[in-house]
T-cell receptor, first 112, second 108 residues
Framework: DSGVTQTPKHLITATGQRVTLRCSPR?????VYWYQQSLDQGLQFLIH???????AKGNILERFSAQQFPDLHSELNLSSLELGDSALYFC???????????FGQGTRLTVV | GQNIDQPTEMTATEGAIVQINCTYQ??????LFWYQQHAGEAPTFLSY????GLEEKGRFSSFLSRSKGYSYLLLKELQMKDSASYLC?????????FGRGTSLIVHP
């Protein structure tokens, strides 16, 4: 158990819908990262938050947004969903920038 | 940006030693991570190299040469459970950035 909790574990939704994925980092970790992993693809970095502030953006679509709350949990919002958005979405946290990141078990999103 | 090159797939025999190479080009290098990922599961941290040289941790060791943009992960005394993907992740700007990884298949 990495200490990072993601909910829900599985999500099935229709095209055009909007979903929210939730991540609770390890206790005390200030950094939260979101990654997308499509079938047989590598982990694609989406966005990084540090202590409530957005610090870096990767290949994140405009239909996607995220935030980190004062209690350090984070949410990833995906809207106007398309079939191609079906993937595993991982959240990871680290105590400080540049330290080892611990991954949650992921949310498997299926868009039908 | 980041450019990461690892072999797509490797096979090895139980009990053997295998070396997984990784070359990278990145801006703002802050160290290199290795992660292990079993299919459908979360990546788990294996090692982190900031300085040049070899870091040993049990059956796994990791090497880094910053001037060459090169790292390798060495796995000794291979076990069947080591069958997984191994992800090299340069930490540019403090963010682990992953390639597609190397799928290692360990057979009896």
């Amino acid at each position: 158990d990495s200490g990072v909790t993601q909910t829900p574990k599985h999500l099935i939704t229709a095209t055009g819908q909007r979903v929210t994925l939730r991540c609770s980092p390890r206790s005390g970790d200030l950094s939260v990262y979101w990654y997308q992993q499509s079938l047989d693809q590598g982990l694609q970095f989406l966005i990084h938050y540090y202590n409530g502030e957005e610090r870096a953006k990767g290949n994140i679509l405009e239909r996607f947004s995220a935030q980190q709350f004062p209690d350090l949990h984070s949410e990833l919002n995906l809207s106007s969903l398309e079939l191609g958005d079906s993937a595993l979405y991982f959240c990871a946290s680290s105590a400080e920038k540049g330290e080892e990141a611990f991954f949650g078990q992921g949310t498997r999103l299926t868009v039908v | 940006g980041q450019n990461i090159d690892q072999p797509t797939e490797m096979t090895a025999t139980e009990g053997a030693i295998v070396q997984i190479n990784c070359t990278y080009q990145t801006s703002g290098f802050n160290g290199l991570f290795w992660y292990q990922q079993h299919a459908g599961e979360a990546p788990t941290f294996l090692s982190y190299n900031v300085l040049d040289g070899l870091e040993e941790k049990g059956r796994f060791s990791s090497f880094l040469s910053r001037s060459k943009g090169y790292s390798y992960l060495l796995l000794k005394e291979l076990q069947m459970k080591d069958s997984a993907s191994y992800l090299c992740a340069p930490g540019g700007s403090y963010i682990p950035t992953f390639g597609r990884g190397t799928s290692l298949i360990v057979h009896p």
